[in-house]
Nanobody
Framework: VLLQAFGGGLVQAGGSLNVSCAVS????????VAWFRQAPGKERSFVAR????????KYGDSVKGRFTISQDNAKSTVWLHMNSLKPEDTGVYYC????????????????????WGQGTEVTVSS
């Protein structure tokens, strides 16, 4: 499974930005695809995830109500739609795939995700 993240950039606080993750290879409906982010000097933290087969979604507390994760119709791309951005949303955003993620309870742990994209940088200015 290969993942490639696109769409990062610079945006003012309060603005919106969409990042995408192109997924290729043999990915099954048992997988979940997630977004994590890593701010400078901080650990990688969970942002959102979606079940590849069924679209069930989960969000980190800091982004609930502001971010939306979705798949396109062909299910080859996972989007992260980010609204009401804050400076603390700044970081490198990574997409990742968990082969057993469709019923994972501890979905926020990076260690469950075997496949990672290269990351795309998001900077929110105040």
């Amino acid at each position: 499974v290969l993942l490639q993240a696109f769409g990062g950039g610079l945006v003012q606080a309060g603005g919106s930005l969409n990042v995408s993750c192109a997924v290729s290879g043999r990915i099954l409906n048992s997988y979940a695809v997630a977004w994590f982010r890593q701010a400078p000097g901080k650990e990688r933290s969970f942002v959102a995830r979606i079940n590849w087969g069924g679209g069930s979604t989960k969000y980190g507390d800091s982004v609930k109500g502001r971010f939306t994760i979705s798949q396109d119709n062909a299910k080859s791309t996972v989007w992260l739609h980010m609204n009401s951005l804050k400076p603390e949303d700044t970081g490198v955003y990574y997409c990742a795939a968990d082969p057993g993620g469709y019923r994972r309870i501890t979905y926020a742990r990076p260690s469950h995700y075997n496949f990672w994209g290269q990351g795309t940088e998001v900077t929110v200015s105040s």
